[in-house]
């Protein structure tokens, strides 16, 4: 079970990954939507932790794949 992160600040990013966890950084809706994707294709993902303004960005797609995909889980990071 691994977590991935997506976020807005390459400082939040930075910290996630010296606790060990992967991610990227994303500032566009496009950005966000190919991250996304990304994650759900790696069957070793089984948390995604997403910052609240890429959450924003992306509300329908994300609160679509929230209510209908099982795995992984997307969490919302303030």
């Known amino acids: 079970m691994k977590f991935y992160?997506?976020?807005?600040?390459?400082?939040?990013q930075?910290?996630?990954r010296l606790a060990g966890i992967e991610g990227v950084v994303a500032h566009t809706a496009e950005e966000v939507s190919s991250a996304l994707d990304t994650a759900f294709a790696d069957e070793s993902i089984a948390v995604v932790l997403m910052t609240e303004k890429l959450v924003e960005l992306c509300r329908e797609r994300v609160y679509d794949l929230k209510l209908n995909c099982r795995r992984p889980l997307i969490v919302e990071v303030p």
Do not use: A, L
């Open 14 to 16: 930075m910290g996630m």
């Open 5 to 12: 992160i997506i976020s807005d600040n390459i400082d939040t």
